[in-house]
């Protein structure tokens, strides 16, 4: 029996070609990263914020920052249920919203279907979409919708809620509709993100 010799034929121009695509690729991806940090910058400064001012709570096991004109103020709240809770708006009174830390009794998901349910019966929904997320490692879900109101502005709601072991974080962003800015998702998700709970 003779042994079979294979041979592998190298086409230098195509390994040339490969290795130029693979390196324009990172070279793109780098550019990516950079123009998305640069966009979220050009969307805070286009809304006036400059700089943003560190919060903690929780014995500093949460951290998160805020524009540094707006303005917070923590609520005390009764119960185990919500652990911490913070109202912020902003200096024009346009922006307003909180942080919270809840205790979670079964999934998130289930909480959250449940929330949906209650809050029907309360309001009535021009739209209502909720999505998976991933904010530094840490997975959740964005609510994004429209509640109309008979009398006065309809007004638009952001919320992250952000699951960590037996709790979640909830952050939330409420604008009135006439007030609403297409940058604003991109301003809040920026704030989001500087979120740190352990």
């Keep these: 029996m003779t042994p079979i010799i294979k041979s592998i034929v190298i086409n230098k121009r195509k390994l040339g070609v490969t ?5 324009l690729m990172m ?3 780098g550019l990516e990263k950079n123009f998305d940090m640069k966009l979220k910058f050009t969307a805070l400064m286009q809304n006036n914020i400059k700089y943003l001012t560190q919060y903690e709570g929780m014995q500093s096991k949460l951290r998160y920052k805020l524009p540094s004109k707006w303005s917070s ?3 005390d709240m009764s119960g185990n249920e919500i652990l911490y809770h913070s109202d912020f708006k902003s200096e024009d009174n346009k922006i307003r919203g909180f942080v919270e830390v809840w205790n979670l009794d079964g999934s998130l998901k289930s909480f ?3 929330s949906k349910i209650i809050s029907q019966k309360q309001n009535l ?3 209502y979409h909720i999505s998976e997320i991933e904010i530094n490692g840490v997975s959740g879900y964005l609510i994004e919708y429209t509640i109309t109101k ?3 502005d ?3 709601g952001i919320e992250y809620f952000l699951k960590k072991g037996t709790q979640f974080c909830r952050f939330s962003f409420f604008v009135n509709e006439s007030d609403f800015k297409e940058n604003m998702p991109t ?3 920026t704030i989001v993100k500087t979120l740190e709970y352990k």
Excluded: A, D, P, T
């Design 125 to 127: 929904y021009k739209n």
């Design 27 to 29: 070279v793109l991806l």
């Design 150 to 152: 008979e009398v006065g």
């Design 112 to 114: 959250l279907e449940n």
């Design 154 to 156: 309809s007004y638009k």
């Design 19 to 23: 290795i130029i695509i693979i390196g």
């Design 187 to 189: 301003i809040f998700e």
């Design 73 to 75: 103020e923590n609520q």
